[in-house]
């Protein structure tokens, strides 16, 4: 099978090129030419255009930033709905607003033309290592026809529901993230104003209620001052402002998220966007005048 791949990004080059490896022949495009190089040095083809893209082949991936450059792609000037023929599939892998996607899957659909939107979880080294996550929404048939190719680039992948539902299930998953991360802040901060090893309050309570993923993936590096990312402030941002524009759209209070994401725009102020999301614990310690461990 010949697939378009367009975004080729910190996630969208190891997915692209766990692809190539399962046998599926790529057709890609970026505005960064030295994205594309490498992946064509993998042995994908090259496209100058989305459009080009879309001429070419029947399934289309897009790993993006966020909703505006999905809009560009998919319904700008030289976009993938210039040329894609009706039956094909878009498949949106982009973290964006799932009314967006909804929009787009509609302006799509006039023309015969099927979406999913299957945003994930994971970050780089799971991309790298084919073991995402992946949450889709869209029609059954459809994701029954490429649920092969998703599996190619992860170890989960789940159908939501209907369009849109994959990016609801990821603003669920920023959510909880984001609260889970400020809760380990908190906790480790209070610990370490007290005079008690904060290192080791996590060794005690990681087994219990309080133990979680993201406990076991931020504490130690928060303990060790690693704060280089992994996944970086400024897309947080992106993504919470997605998760409050559609909560607000649909009437849902958010209180928590809309205290934690002013945390975050207070260290993207302090110069922080670029850092890991573990750094929200340097809000805490700014505000109790204490650090979890000496900086190295
Ligand atoms: P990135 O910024 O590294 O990559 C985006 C790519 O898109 C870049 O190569 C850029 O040149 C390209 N691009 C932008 N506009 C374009 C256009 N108009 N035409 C063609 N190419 C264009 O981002 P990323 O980290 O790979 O993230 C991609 C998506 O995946 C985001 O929505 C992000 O929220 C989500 N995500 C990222 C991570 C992570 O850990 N980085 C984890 C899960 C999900």
Redesign the pocket.
């Given at each position: 099978m010949k697939i378009g791949f367009?975004?080729?990004?910190?996630?969208?080059?190891p997915m692209s090129k766990n692809l190539l490896k399962a046998g599926y022949e790529l057709i890609v495009?970026?505005?960064?030419k030295a994205?594309v190089d490498e992946v064509v040095a993998a042995g994908a083809n090259r496209a100058a255009s989305?459009r080009e893209v879309a001429a070419q082949t029947e399934v289309i991936i897009t790993?993006?930033?966020?909703s505006p450059?999905v809009r560009?792609?998919v319904l700008?000037e030289n976009g993938l709905i210039e040329a894609a023929k009706a039956g094909s599939v878009l498949i949106d892998?982009?973290?964006?607003a799932p009314l967006v996607s909804r929009e787009i899957a509609a302006s799509l659909a006039e023309k015969g033309i099927e979406m999913l939107d299957a945003?994930?979880?994971?970050?780089?080294p799971k991309?790298i290592d084919a073991t995402l996550s992946i949450m889709v929404g869209g029609k059954k048939v459809v994701y029954n026809r490429l649920h092969p190719v998703l599996k190619a680039m992860a170890a989960s992948v789940v159908l939501v529901g209907d369009i849109g539902a994959g990016n609801v299930a990821?603003l669920a998953n920023q959510i909880i993230v984001a609260l889970n991360i400020a809760a380990v802040s908190e906790a480790l901060v209070l610990a370490a104003k007290a005079g008690v090893e904060p290192e080791l309050v996590y060794q005690a309570i990681r087994g219990g209620l309080a133990g979680s993923t993201v406990l076991d993936a931020k504490a130690p590096l928060m303990l060790e001052r690693k704060f280089n990312?992994?996944?970086?402030i400024g897309?947080h941002i992106?993504?919470l402002t997605n998760v409050l524009e559609t909560s607000h759209e649909l009437g849902v209070p958010l209180p928590l998220t809309a205290a934690v994401m002013e945390m975050l725009q207070a260290l993207k102020a302090d110069g922080l966007a670029g850092a890991d999301h573990g750094a929200l614990v340097q809000y805490y310690e700014k505000l109790a005048k204490v650090t979890l461990a000496p900086l190295a």
């Open positions: 367009i975004g080729l990004g910190i996630m969208g080059k495009c970026d505005v960064t994205a989305p790993m993006l930033p966020n450059q560009q792609v700008g892998m982009s973290s964006i945003p994930v979880s994971g970050g780089e991309a990821k990312p992994g996944f970086r897309l992106k993504d």
